[in-house]
Each structure stands twice: as C-alpha cells, then as structure tokens.
C-alpha cells in the first residue's frame, strides 16, 4: 500500500449503531487530519493531529471521537449519528506539524480516497 | 478569519479551449497556497503549491500563479480528463491552528470532446 488509505469505502449506519472509519497513512508523516465533505460546502476540518497529539478539535459534535495510536494509524468513532451527518469523510496526512512565525516547506497535506457515509 | 472564494463555481468548455480559474484569499500573512484536483467521489490530489507573489508551477497542462491577494489556475488546450474539481487552500497562521488549512468551495470543470 502506498499514500494514505481509507476503510471502509462506504458505509451506512442507523442513527443508534456505533462504527469506526479507520486510516492509514504510509508516508511517513507526523500529523494527520480528519475533513467532512458535504455537497455544495467546503471541506471542514475536523481533527488534527500532530506526533498522536490532538491539536484541533473544531467544535465538532461530541458524537464524533477520533483516536490516534500512533503517527501512521487515525480512527474516527461513530455514535448516535443523524441523517446531516451524511458525508464524504477525508482523512489526510502531511509533514509540516508546528507553525511558527516561518512555516515549513513540506508541509501539503496528502489525502486519502475517503469513506462515503450514509446515516439513515 | 481566513477566507478563500473561488470563482467561477462551474467552468465548461470545449476541448482545446483555454481557461483560467480564480481564487481569491484574506489571510492574516500568506503561508503558502495549495491546489488539488478532486475527481467525484475521491480524496483530493495535491497538484501545486505557491509560497510567494510572482511565483509559478506547472504541470502538463496546468499552471499556478500566485500574486498578493490571488492565484490563478491556468489551463492550456484542456482535454476531457481534464474534468475534475479543483480546489484551492491555505493555511492559517501560527498559534493553536496547527496544520489548519481553509479550502474554497471548488470550481467543477467539465471539458467537452
């Protein structure tokens, strides 16, 4: 495997299941994020996280809960979703992880294929 | 807050047909801008990246440029592949907005045989 991967592809979950959306990246990245894709909307950032630590959590609803057991592995938690939680989810990973008053170079973000996610 | 509009929201063209596509930034001191290109129902795959005024990339078809407040995506005797969304962001500054990229709504871009 190369870049970074997303499982499952898609997904579709009743509001009162519980899954995980998983990601692997292997480019030997320190930080990695989590986006939400709606129709018609930007990508919004959800998480991301830097060395395994979270360092943005973008008011995101609590029924979201990501994990990272280490640099090359991210999960995102679902539970009790509703109906607008449907989405294309993202997961990306990049090299740059500190920004100081000088950002680094390498520092664009690489993404995965994303996990299309239906709540009924 | 950083802001990132890209225009138009939807491109046509023929094939062979030159065009450019726009996006427009207010940040609070320009990181860098990124390009990717996203195909329906995929990630976005990175393309360019502009750290400073007057700076240019190119790739096949494609061209990136960057002034203060702008960057243009031009594209040269485009080809039906071409086809694709294409997104422009940027990152935020310092401080607790590590890694925070703010993206535009896109610009879909058919090109027709």
């Known amino acids: 495997e190369t870049g970074v991967t997303q499982t499952p592809r898609h997904l579709v979950m009743g509001m009162t299941n519980k899954k995980s959306l998983k990601c692997e990246q292997h480019?030997?990245?320190?930080?990695m994020y989590w986006y939400k894709q709606s129709a018609k909307k930007p990508l919004e950032l959800m998480f991301v996280y830097s060395l395994e630590e979270r360092v943005e959590n973008n008011s995101v609803p609590s029924r979201f809960s990501p994990e990272c057991p280490n640099s090359s592995h991210l999960f995102l938690h679902l539970h009790t979703l509703q109906p607008e939680d449907s989405a294309l989810y993202l997961c990306?990973?990049?090299?740059?992880?500190?920004?100081?008053?000088?950002?680094?170079?390498?520092?664009?973000?690489?993404f995965g294929p994303g996990t299309r996610l239906t709540v009924l | 807050e950083d802001q990132v509009t890209q225009s138009p929201e939807a491109l046509r063209l023929q094939e062979g047909e030159s065009s450019s596509l726009n996006c427009s930034y207010t940040v609070s001191g320009l990181r860098g801008l990124f390009w990717y290109r996203q195909d329906p129902g995929k990630g976005p795959e990175f393309l360019f990246t502009?750290?400073?005024a007057g700076e240019e990339k190119e790739k096949e078809r494609l061209k990136a440029t960057l002034t203060k407040k702008e960057s243009f995506l031009h594209i040269t005797a485009p080809k039906p592949e071409d086809s694709a969304t294409y997104l422009c962001a940027v990152p935020s500054a310092g401080g607790t907005s590590y890694g925070k990229l703010t993206f535009g709504q896109g610009t879909i871009l058919t090109v027709h045989p």
């Open positions: 502009l750290y400073s």
């Open positions: 480019l030997g990245h320190n930080a």
């Open positions: 990306a990973s990049s090299q740059g992880q500190v920004w100081g008053l000088e950002a680094p170079r390498n520092n664009e973000q690489f």
